[in-house]
């Protein structure tokens, strides 16, 4: 029996990134998964969705080319060929992974991982064939799956989840979505891009429920704008298949009722943690989810879990930064990090990405809470590019100046947000960022525009 410091369960963010942190740590580490290195993120879900809305933002360039002086005389969709690209993109960062595996001299197991209370792990190949390694402690990252919610009818109804929505090769000319969260929402975008029409249904009175209310309010405007149709506070009683198409039954909150037809359904309400590799061992549970302490160790002393099975951001850098807080515990360390300020990007039009607390949250926590909200209709950046629909909204405490949280819609957000994320974890304050000097012109102008409001030394406002 082979004998490990760490053996790691599950190869996707969070679990091949521990596996490197360990290596690097100087421990020697295996790696169990049971499909392809990488996990869900990279092989069916963050990585091929961004791919494709990168494409999608191309063909909208195209389609409005004539706002910048541009006339285009047609174009076409080539689907299938968006498809290939994705698929070159993500073998190229799946051979990357493998590449750093060798290199950290991290021995892979191809297998499903059955972890048990001495800390052997059953690895299982697709032929049924056993092997059985050991580590003196291990992480278990497991990952999840697609949500699926009891729907009447939804058995025998042809539908597709986040997992297996390229398995279609063709674009449907009707879709529906059911969930307008984080994914459902980036689907709603993609596809609208692409000349589908899209519907949009959302149990809750809001699309991205979780998030900023005034994000979610402009993300709504946005996409009824482009023709998607957005259906909040209305949840789904029943679908059926009904020749090539699916027809499904909604109910507002009034109770009315209502009947869709549509060539493709979409599934995108939430994922399940995926525990089976722990069953052997009885964990203490949080609702669905493996409980952790701060270091991510669960209440079997040397094992640990890191990433979706353990709730909370269910999101792929939230996942690493899981893993190598898990890793370096293992190893003997004292490690800290703060997983309360992990930014949420959703890549919609326009995107939207935040960090810290919300509005809300703050309001409820604090009573000298102060909030600026800067609109991008007056960035000189935002102008020249044509995507003005946007602002940044700075959170904070008067006492201080402490800097709470920030949520930023419109071009590019997802990259920017990295400057607020840093101020925060920083514990800087709006007067130290009301005196950072920006580039201009820029995006970032914004986020120096709403700190020096905040500071009471505003300048465009």
């Known amino acids: 029996m082979e004998t490990f410091d760490q053996v790691i369960v599950g190869g996707g963010p969070a679990g091949y990134v521990a596996a490197l942190r360990a290596s690097g740590l100087g421990q020697s580490t295996a790696l169990v998964e049971d499909r392809e290195l990488g996990g869900t993120c990279l092989n069916r879900g963050c990585i091929p969705s961004k791919t494709l809305l990168q494409h999608a933002e191309a063909v909208n360039y195209v389609r409005n080319a004539s706002d910048y002086g ?16 994705k698929d070159k993109v993500i073998q190229q960062l799946r051979q990357g992974v493998q590449s750093l595996m060798k290199k950290g001299r991290i021995q892979v197991f191809q297998g499903r991982g059955a972890v048990h209370v001495n800390k052997q792990v059953t690895v299982t190949n697709k032929d049924g064939e056993e092997k059985v390694i050991t580590g003196r402690a291990v992480i278990i990252a497991s990952g999840s799956v697609p949500a699926v919610p009891p729907i009447p009818g939804l058995e025998d109804t042809e539908h597709y989840t986040s997992d297996t929505i390229y398995e279609r090769q063709s674009l449907p000319s ?32 809001r699309l991205i429920p979780q998030e900023d209310e005034d994000a979610a309010k402009m993300l709504a405007g946005a996409l009824e704008d482009s023709g998607v149709t957005t259906l909040t506070g209305t949840s789904v009683t029943s679908v059926k298949q009904q020749g090539n198409q699916a027809v499904v039954n909604v109910q507002d909150s009034s109770g009315n009722d209502r009947e869709l037809t549509t060539d493709m359904l979409l599934i995108s309400t939430g994922r399940s943690p995926v525990i089976a590799a722990a069953e052997d061992l009885q964990l203490r549970m949080d609702g669905r989810f493996v409980a952790v302490d701060g270091s991510m160790q669960t209440s079997v002393p040397g094992i640990y879990a890191a990433g979706d099975i353990v709730g909370g951001w269910q999101l792929a850098h939230a996942a690493s930064a899981e893993g190598i807080l898990a890793a370096e515990h293992a190893a003997g360390a004292e490690p800290s990090m703060d997983l309360s300020l992990v930014p949420r990007c959703i890549y919609t039009v326009p995107e939207i990405a935040s960090v810290g607390l919300s509005e ?22 935002a102008m020249t590019m044509g995507e003005t629909r946007g602002f940044v909204k700075i959170i904070s405490r008067e006492m201080f100046g402490e800097i709470l949280g920030v949520v930023m819609a419109g071009p590019h957000v997802t990259e920017m947000i990295g400057e607020p994320a840093a101020y925060i974890h920083l514990e800087g304050t709006t007067e130290e960022w009301s005196s950072q000097v920006h580039a201009h012109p820029s995006l970032s102008e914004a986020l120096f525009e709403g700190a020096s409001a905040l500071a009471g030394r505003p300048v465009h406002q």
């Open 70 to 85: 541009i006339q285009v005389e047609g174009f076409h969709l080539r689907y299938g060929d968006m498809l290939e690209r």
């Open 174 to 205: 009707s879709m529906a979505i059911v969930g307008g969260g984080f994914i459902g929402t980036e689907y709603a975008c993609l596809y609208q891009s692409l000349g589908v029409q899209v519907t949009v249904i959302e149990a809750a009175e």
């Open 360 to 381: 809300q949250e703050a309001k409820e926590r604090y009573s000298d809470v102060k909030v600026k909200t800067v609109p991008l209709q007056g960035n000189a950046k």
